[in-house]
């Protein structure tokens, strides 16, 4: 099983701000997918913000519940500036036994 969470900007998709540092991204373990969407390169090589959906987790697992768990710690070990993502992403889709065993 897998599960996305897109990471976005603060403010999309209205105004946000670009060039943002991004940290984090060295420190995901090996296992973990991140796609990067609206990401660049500083002048110094670092990663920064360059558009509204930055980047997007993605977990995977034995079933839907460990594949979110998954997705979710890799968003939380990302971070920049007024970073957004939604909290509810697969909830439906586990069933009520499983979600409340957290």
């Known amino acids: 099983a ?10 999309y998709p209205e105004k946000y701000q670009i060039g943002l540092p991004i940290s984090g991204l060295e420190d995901t373990d090996g296992d973990s997918l991140v796609f990067h969407a609206g990401t660049t390169n500083d002048a110094s090589g670092k990663p920064v ?20 768990d998954d997705a979710y710690s890799t968003v939380n070990e990302i971070s920049f500036e007024g970073e957004h993502h939604r909290s509810d992403i697969a909830l439906r889709a586990i069933p009520a036994r499983q979600s409340t065993e957290r």
């Open 2 to 11: 897998h599960v996305c969470v897109v990471m976005t900007s603060g403010g």
């Open 49 to 68: 913000t360059a558009g509204g959906r930055v980047l997007v987790a993605v977990g995977s697992g034995s079933d839907i519940k460990a594949a979110r």
